[in-house]
C-alpha cells in the first residue's frame, strides 16, 4: 500500500446518496449497487461517517426546465420515448420508477452544487453523469441532464465564476455540450472514444481518440490538454464526470485502461482543483458489470486518505456488505411473523406444543418468512431478481422436506418460473466437532435467458444461471452466523459448481483438495463448460494407469469461525494436500475410446 501527498492537503469529502439509487430498469447494463458497494468499502476502511452523508430531494420540475425544453419533458411521459433513450423496452409500469430514479440523481447533483460552495468541501453524488441528454432529447441511457441543470440552477440564482466540466467518461459528453454550446462562462471539456455529434460551442475542447486506448497515450494525451484548460479558464467551479466505462473490463468499453491508470487519471483532475482553488463536485457516470464500483471505490478512497487502498473482490465484499446490514436489523424481526416486532403467536407456533406430531413452522427452527423476505430484501438480492426481469419475486418455503428444509423464489406470483431452490439443514456429523449450516441442493437459474453463442448447457443445467453464487453464498455465511454457526458446507454434484465455488469454498479433505488442484491444472485453459463434460464424460485420464477418473461430491466448507477455518487453512493441511498430491498425475484423453472407468 503506497501513501501519495496531495498537492495541498486531503479536502473533506461530502457524499450524497440515497438507497432508492439501487433502482435499476430491466436491460440496462448498469450494476444497481454499484453506490450501495462503495460506501460499503469505504466504511469497512472506517472512511466516512453519517455526518459526511447527505440525501438528495428530486430535482424540481422548474429547475429541470432551465436545461430541458417543456415540449421534450412532456413527451418523457410517453413509454416509446423512454424506450428510445434508454435501448429497452420500457412499460406504463416502468415509466414512473425510471423519471423518479434520474430525477433523484440530479437533486444529487443539484445538493452537490450546494455543498461544495458552501463547506468548500469536495461533494460526491454517487449517481449522476447523464451527459447525453440535451435541451431537446434524451438518448445513451440519460434522460435529464444532471450536470447542466445543477449548473443552470447555479447561475440562476447568481453564482458567476467560471465552470469547468471535465468528462472523462468512454463517450462524449455531447448533451452538456449542446446546452451550454452559446454560454463562454461554462467550458466543457471531454475527452471519449467518438463524437457524438456537433463539437461546436463558444467555450469547449472536445477529444476523439478512437477504440482501443491504453494508459501510456490516455494520460499523455490528458495531461497536454487539461492543464492548459485549467490555465487559460480559471475555474471556480469544477464538475468532474468520473465515468468508469473506459476500464478494459468494462462489459460494454472498447478502451483498455488500467485500475493504476484510470486512479492516475483521477489524481490528476484532483490535484489541478486544487492547484487553481476550485471546487470540486463528482459524479459517477458510466461503468458497466458488476467491477465498475472498484475503480469509483479506488479513487474515493484515495480522495479520502490519500492512501491507495485496494478494493476487495465481489465476494468478500458481499459479505462485508451483508455483515454491515445484518448489524442494523433487529433480531425480533428476523423471527417476527408479522414484520412489526413482538411476540404474537399464530395458530401455527402453537403446532407442536400441543400433542400430536411436531410440525415446522420455522426457517431453520429461526427465521419467519418475513424474515428471510427482510434479509433478502435488505441485502439486494431482492432487487437484483428485479433488475433481471422478475418484477414480483416470490418467495415459498417447504419446512417438512425429510432432506432438509427448501427455499424456492419463483419469478412470478403464478409460480411458473422457479429461480431459485435452496434445500438445507443444520447439521453436526457433517464436520466432526463443528456445527455447520449443510446445503444439499442449490439451484440458480434464468429461465427467460438463452445460453450465449458458444457456450452450451452445463451438465445438469436447463437454464442459464443467475450470475449471484456470491450473493448466495454471502446470505448463508451471514444466516450462519445469526444461528451461531461454525460456517456452510456444499457438496458440488459436477465439476463445474466446485469450480465456481472456488473463490468461496474449499475442500474439508486434503485429498479432494490435492484432487481439484490437479484437474484445475489439466482442465487450464478449457471453457469451463467444455471442462465440466470432459470429467462427465471420462476424458481426464489418471496417467499411469489410463483410467477415467470420477467426479465425487465431496464437501466444501465456507468457514464462519476460526474453528472451521482452520481445518482448510494453514502449514497443516498444505502439508496434507502436498502429500495427497504425489503420484497424482492426470492427462487429457484425446478420444473417448481411450479411457476405461476408474472404479
Not at 23 to 47: C, K, M
Not at 153 to 176: S, W
Not at 188 to 207: K, M, Q, R
Amino acid at each position: 500500500m503506497r501513501r501519495l501527498r496531495y498537492a495541498v492537503h486531503p479536502p473533506t469529502v461530502r457524499f450524497i446518496y440515497d438507497p432508492a439509487y439501487e433502482r435499476n430498469v430491466t436491460g440496462v447494463p448498469s450494476d444497481p449497487l454499484r453506490a450501495d458497494r462503495i460506501l460499503a468499502f469505504l466504511a469497512n476502511e472506517r472512511l466516512i461517517r453519517r455526518e459526511e452523508m447527505s440525501v438528495p430531494r428530486p430535482a424540481a420540475l422548474k429547475n429541470l426546465l432551465l436545461a430541458h425544453q417543456l415540449e421534450y419533458l412532456e413527451v418523457l411521459q410517453r413509454p416509446d420515448t423512454l424506450t428510445r433513450i434508454l435501448g429497452v423496452p420500457v412499460g406504463d409500469d416502468e415509466l414512473e420508477r425510471v423519471l423518479d430514479l434520474q430525477r433523484l440523481m440530479v437533486g444529487g447533483t443539484i445538493q452537490a452544487t450546494r455543498w461544495a460552495l458552501a463547506t468548500r468541501c469536495a461533494a460526491v453524488n454517487l449517481g449522476g453523469g447523464f451527459h447525453h441528454a440535451g435541451r431537446k432529447k434524451g438518448m445513451g441511457f440519460c434522460v435529464f441532464n444532471d450536470v447542466a441543470v445543477a449548473v443552470a440552477r447555479l447561475r440562476r440564482n447568481g453564482y458567476a465564476a467560471p465552470v469547468l466540466v471535465v468528462d472523462l467518461d468512454l463517450h462524449d459528453g455531447n448533451g452538456t455540450r449542446e446546452i451550454f454550446a452559446d454560454d463562454p462562462t461554462v467550458h466543457t471539456f471531454s475527452l471519449h472514444n467518438e463524437h457524438w455529434g456537433d463539437t461546436e460551442a463558444v467555450a469547449s475542447t472536445s477529444i476523439a481518440l478512437g477504440a482501443g486506448v491504453t494508459d501510456e497515450v490516455y494520460l499523455s494525451t490528458l495531461g497536454e490538454a487539461l492543464p492548459a484548460v485549467f490555465g487559460v479558464f480559471r475555474p471556480g467551479l469544477v464538475v468532474y464526470v468520473a465515468g468508469c466505462d473506459v476500464a478494459g473490463d468494462d462489459t460494454i468499453g472498447n478502451w483498455k485502461l488500467t485500475g493504476e491508470g484510470i486512479l492516475a487519471r483521477d489524481r490528476m483532475v484532483v490535484e489541478l482543483v486544487q492547484q487553481h482553488d476550485a471546487r470540486l463536485v463528482v459524479v459517477l457516470a458510466g461503468g458497466y458489470g458488476d467491477a465498475a464500483w472498484r475503480y469509483s471505490a479506488r479513487f474515493l478512497a484515495w480522495l479520502l486518505s490519500g492512501t491507495v487502498i485496494e478494493p476487495p473482490d465481489n465476494e468478500a465484499l458481499t459479505l462485508m456488505r451483508f455483515r454491515q446490514i445484518k448489524a442494523t436489523l433487529d433480531p425480533v424481526k428476523l423471527t417476527s411473523v408479522s414484520g412489526l416486532g413482538g411476540w404474537e403467536l399464530t395458530e401455527d407456533d402453537l403446532v407442536g406444543i400441543l400433542p400430536g406430531v411436531p410440525r415446522h413452522t420455522r426457517f431453520l427452527e429461526f427465521f419467519s418468512k418475513v424474515g428471510i423476505e427482510l434479509l433478502l430484501e435488505r441485502f439486494g438480492i431482492l432487487q437484483q431478481l428485479r433488475a433481471r426481469g422478475f418484477k414480483t419475486p416470490v418467495l415459498h418455503l417447504e419446512l417438512e422436506h425429510p432432506l432438509g428444509q427448501t427455499l424456492k423464489i419463483f419469478g412470478d406470483p403464478e409460480r411458473r418460473e422457479l429461480l431459485v431452490e435452496l434445500r438445507v439443514h443444520r447439521s453436526t456429523r457433517a464436520v466432526p466437532g463443528c456445527e455447520v449450516l449443510e446445503v444439499e441442493w442449490l439451484l440458480l437459474q434464468n429461465p427467460r435467458a438463452s445460453f450465449a453463442a458458444g457456450r452450451s448447457a452445463l451438465p445438469g443445467q436447463q437454464h442459464p444461471g443467475l450470475g449471484m453464487l456470491g450473493e448466495f453464498f454471502g446470505w448463508l455465511v451471514v444466516v450462519s452466523e445469526t444461528l451461531a454457526l461454525d460456517g456452510m458446507v456444499f457438496r458440488p454434484s459436477h465439476y463445474h459448481l466446485a469450480a465456481v465455488s472456488r473463490r468461496h469454498m474449499r475442500f474439508i479433505d486434503p485429498k479432494a483438495e490435492a484432487f481439484m488442484r490437479a484437474l484445475e491444472t489439466v482442465l487450464s485453459g478449457m471453457p469451463l463448460d467444455q471442462a465440466s463434460r470432459a470429467v462427465e464424460e471420462g476424458l481426464v485420464l489418471r496417467t499411469e494407469t489410463g483410467a477415467a477418473v470420477r467426479w465425487e461430491a465431496w464437501p466444501m466448507v465456507l468457514p464462519a469461525t476460526e474453528r472451521l477455518r482452520a481445518l482448510t487453512a494453514g502449514p497443516a493441511y498444505e502439508t496434507a494436500v502436498r502429500d495427497a498430491s504425489r503420484g497424482l498425475d492426470l492427462c487429457l484423453a484425446t478420444t473417448a475410446t481411450e479411457s476405461t472407468v476408474d472404479s
